[in-house]
Each structure stands twice: as C-alpha cells, then as structure tokens.
C-alpha cells in the first residue's frame, strides 16, 4: 500500500509490543470458561484493587459528562504528601507508560540517542523509535543492568538513559551506591529516566533512597505506576517526579485530559490506602519465596527477583509455554526480550499458583 510506504522508516521499523495475553482472549480460542483460566502473564495485583479505590471509582462514576481536572489537582497533592514533593514536580501520565513515552516525545529527536540495558522493558526503544532516536542496548551484566557499562555507553547525542530498579522482566535489583555513582558520572545534559515499576516490593532496606537522589540530580525522573502494586492496571495511571523545569516541559507535550477521571479518582485513593499496599507486598514477598523454592525442588534456577515475578530457564520454552496455554495457565515466553528459554511468571493467589506449579510439573514430566 503506498500510503503505508509514505510513514518513516523510522515508523516503519518498529516492533509492536507484544502484550501478555488476555483471559477472554484465550477463553474464546479454547472455548472454554474464561473463570477456568489464570493469567501470570502481566505483573498485576492479584488482590485485585484496594476497596478504598472502588468506592472512589464507584463516587466518581456520578460525574463522568465532565472532562477530568487536567491538573489533577486531587491526585498530584496525594502524591506530593506520600513523597515529599512539590506538586510542580508532578506529571501525570496514561500509565507508566505515558511518561516513557512524553520523554521520548520530549527529549528524542532523530539525531539523538538513547540507552537501554539488555533485556529491557521492550516499551523504551519503542517509544523511543517512535521519535526518530537511535537506541543503544548495552550489553547486560548477569541478567541485571551493567552501570559501568552504561556510563562507558553515553555519547554526545545521548539525551536518554533508562535505567529500571528492579529489572523487568529479569528481577535483578540495583545496589544503591552503584546508582549513585553512576548518576554522579552521567552528564547533566542527559536525562535518567529510573522506572520504579516494582520498587513497592523492594525490601525497603535494600531501596536505594530514590527520592533523596531526585533531589541532589535534576536530570533524574522517577517513573512510578499505579499498575502493579497498586492494583490499577485496567485504569492506566501513573506518573512521573523530576525537576520542575523538566515537569513544565513535559506538560506541554502531555494531552491536556491524559488521564481519565476515573483513574485520578481511584489513584489518590489506592496510593493513601496503606493497609492494602502492605497486603499486597506481604502476600507478594511470602509467594515468590514459595514458587522460588518450588522451582528449585523441580531442578530449575529461577533468576533472584526484587519483584512480583519470577524468570526461570528450560528446555524448549516455547513449548512449555504453549502447552501451559493449553491447559488455561498463560505466562509469559520472553522471546521478545531475547531470553528465548525463559519463562516469566507473575506471582498469584496461592491457589493460582499451586495451579501453575502443577501444571508445570505434569507437562515436564510429560516430555
Ligand atoms: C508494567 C511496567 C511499566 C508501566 O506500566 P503502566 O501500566 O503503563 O503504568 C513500566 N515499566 C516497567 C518496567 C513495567 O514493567
């Protein structure tokens, strides 16, 4: 089609996303009932939401003909009591992974660069691309991010670095003075973008202390999402702290009404609930610590996660994969990540994932 040929190639080069697999989506091609099936596949909360957030979400129902607050005034106060930060530090985003995509939209440009560990969370080159950028994967040390060899990376036209404590999808968690040293080593003019995605479930004595860092480098931007520990992935909300300069950049190419009035309402009740949070890591910590366990009793060696899920190796993942599939359970294959004979799992109810450990026992065994 000539009119597809018209895009960039720059456009036209990009790998789409490959999302985990949704439960009604493997319920129609199995023809099955989607309540048989569990999905380990995406990294969310199996509490579900925090009740204090549906009761919000179900007050704010009431008011949807209106446009949200596109300051979202309600949510960047709740966020600047939880973290000690000004709320002109504050940019709300569709997601994570809107914020990800404003820096690419706002730092990137054909003619920069940008740098990105190996087995890195795939949404960063693509947005990236998406700008015309030239994406630099450096090399990974052990399954975790090689600062070193980030820093050595860094060029003249590098404008972004991402950098994700804990790693996705591998688990691997960074010690907080190689953070330290190494954004006292990244030029000012080249903005780190550190992905906190799973820092709630980070033991909180081995967190690097990330808000004291934002405030000595303002060339850092945390990236926080209410997706995972939050339980709020269905809304799409999360948000960045940085600079204000920064904040006030990113605003202009931000979508006035990007997040919806929903999920301001029902975010600035999931980050004042507590009590939930704390469930969701106790449960989260107590589980991984089980699966672990149990995959090393079947003769695998899952890589050591800071986060909800687990990335082990076998024989023919793919398979594995498909037959879990098969049999309702989906997870993830990291093919795409370049970690062909790894499965990632995100860790579940217990009952999900006794279903899991099952499953998988009876296809290895099988084989
Ligand atoms: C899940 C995830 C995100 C963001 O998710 P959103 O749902 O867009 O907030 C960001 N970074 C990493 C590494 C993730 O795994």
Redesign the pocket.
Known sequence: MKLAQCAPDHIRAIDPYQAGKPIEELARELGIDPKTIIKLAS?ENPLGMSPRARDALEAAVTSLARYPDSNGFVLKSTIARKFGVGTDQIVLGN????IIELVARTFLHPGASCLHSQYA?A?YALMSRAAGATCIEVPARRYGLDLDAMQAAIRADTRVVFV?NPN?PTGSLLEADALAGFLDAVPDDVLVLL?E??IDFVDPDARPDSLALLARYPNLLL?R????AYGL?GL?V?FGLMHPEVASLLNRVRQPFNVNALALAAAAAALDDDAFLRRTVELTRSERQRLDAALRQMGFDPLPSATNFIAFALPDARGVHRALLEQGVIVRALASYGLDDFLRISVGLPQENDRFLATLERIVAAR
């Open positions: 990294n997601g994570s992974d809107d969370f949404e994700t996705n992905d995605a799973y990236a999402t209410c997706s995972k992935a799409r999360g």
